[in-house]
């Protein structure tokens, strides 16, 4: 516990600190290199399952999806450069088979779990740039960044509560079979903590915020992104249960890997995105 504390304050303090100095541009490139090494540890829990992906061409292709949505905004319309990317990259893979058209156990175990972990980790966490972007054009150029961020803790902080409320008053299983350690108690904490924490947040930043984000807006979706960050960030947990891991790396002491940052974000993304596009 008191390693995995550590280790959260000092990744907050780096976000906030690179935020402050360089604004959305920092957080694009912390984006990708939490996306690069969520994805790389992704493929050691897919090669242990008995995949065997394209790492070199998953890198190139996540780096694109991330950083391509916010260098070259102009080119998309509602967002929708990220989805072009995706389907560029399909069309990409795909030509693959036709290169080599009689090895289909080759597309089946390399290519599509690929692609399938392309769409996984940066084209889910890509979303967040899109919202980065949002903010762009209004009378506060760093709302998409702030509401971004905000997204981004209200998802961290149902990890946090539900450890902590799992420590403390945990004993109903949630998903035994999936994550021992988790419980309904935790999730209950989990999910009170994030929207009490999403209320400071938007209390503290309203005045850089979009103006149609009010306080009612805050709770219930702050409530909503808490609930899907659960099943996110047990979708990893199926993953190392198939491959018989813990966990998918050891960079950071007391939580695991970047993958283990990263799970309950990426469910997040998308549906975050959803919410502010049509509830701002």
């Known amino acids: 516990m008191q390693k995995r504390t550590l280790t959260t304050l000092c990744i907050w303090g780096i ?4 935020l402050y100095l360089f604004g959305p541009t920092a957080g694009a490139w912390l984006l990708l290199l939490l996306s690069t090494m969520a994805l790389n540890e992704l493929f050691t829990v897919l090669r242990a399952i008995g995949y065997e992906p394209l790492p070199k061409t998953a890198m190139v292709m996540g780096g694109i999806l991330i950083l391509g949505p916010y260098y070259l905004p102009h080119m998309a319309t509602g967002g929708g450069l990220g989805g072009l990317l ?10 693959l088979l036709l290169y080599r058209p009689t090895q289909l156990r080759w597309f089946k175990d390399s290519v599509m779990p690929t692609f399938w972990a392309i769409v996984a980790v940066p084209y889910c966490l890509h979303f967040f740039i899109e919202i980065f ?10 709302s998409g960044l702030i509401l971004a961020l905000w997204a981004i803790t209200v998802a961290k902080f149902t990890d946090i509560g539900g450890l902590l409320a799992g420590y403390l008053w945990g004993k109903h299983k949630m998903a035994p079979n999936i994550s021992p350690k988790k419980t309904w108690e935790g999730a209950i904490g989990g999910l009170a903590l994030s929207i009490a924490v999403g209320v400071v947040f938007f209390t503290l930043a309203q005045s850089v915020l979009p103006e149609t984000f009010t306080l009612s807006k805050a709770i219930w979706m702050a409530a909503v992104l808490s609930l899907v960050s659960i099943p996110s ?19 950071l002491p007391g939580i695991g890997g970047a993958l283990d940052l990263a799970d309950s974000l990426l469910f997040v993304g998308p549906v975050a995105y959803l919410l502010f596009s049509y509830a701002l």
């Open 15 to 18: 976000i906030i600190g690179a």
């Open 86 to 95: 995706l389907g560029l990259m399909f069309v990409a893979l795909g030509l």
């Open 133 to 142: 972007r949002s903010g762009v054009d209004s009378c506060s150029p760093m």
């Open 233 to 251: 960030d047990l979708f990893e947990s199926v993953l190392k249960r198939l491959a018989d891991i813990k966990d998918s790396g050891h960079s």
